[in-house]
């Protein structure tokens, strides 16, 4: 069973800067499409960014020019790289892992593996 660990996540000023990072138990990565959502309190999960194995990436419009999502080499952790963060930002973030690369990248149900999330919060 493959699982998912996030971490990084804290308190950070507006304009302030996160890494988020979620490491895999194995080299999924490397086969499965990897992305990071986001969930406020009272709201859905939603998209945030994804990568593919090919390193193919996309992003929801409110991120984009301020995160950057991205594997190492080795295919076994993925990044989050988030700057210029706003306090509409404040979410907890979940690693997600997708065996199935072309169903839709932004639909939860695409997604086959989970981490537990991680609290980010910005302050104004």
């Known amino acids: 069973q493959v699982q998912l660990v996030e971490s990084g996540g804290g308190l950070v000023q507006a304009g302030g800067s996160l890494r988020l990072s979620c490491a895999a138990s194995?080299?999924?990565?490397?086969?499965?499409?990897a992305a990071w959502f986001r969930q406020a309190p009272g709201k859905e999960r939603e998209f945030v960014a994804a990568?593919?194995?090919?390193?193919?990436?996309n992003y929801t419009d409110s991120v984009k020019g301020r995160f950057a999502i991205s594997t190492d080499n080795a295919k076994n952790t993925v990044v989050l790289q988030m700057y210029s963060l706003k306090p509409e930002d404040t979410a907890v973030y979940y690693c997600?892992?997708?065996?199935?690369?072309?169903?839709?990248?932004?639909?939860?149900?695409?997604?086959?593996?989970w981490g537990q999330g991680t609290q980010v919060t910005v302050s104004s």
């Open positions: 194995g080299r999924i990565f490397s086969t499965h499409r």
């Open positions: 990568i593919t194995p090919s390193g193919s990436t």
């Open positions: 997600a892992g997708a065996s199935a690369i072309h169903t839709p990248v932004v639909a939860t149900a695409s997604y086959d593996y």
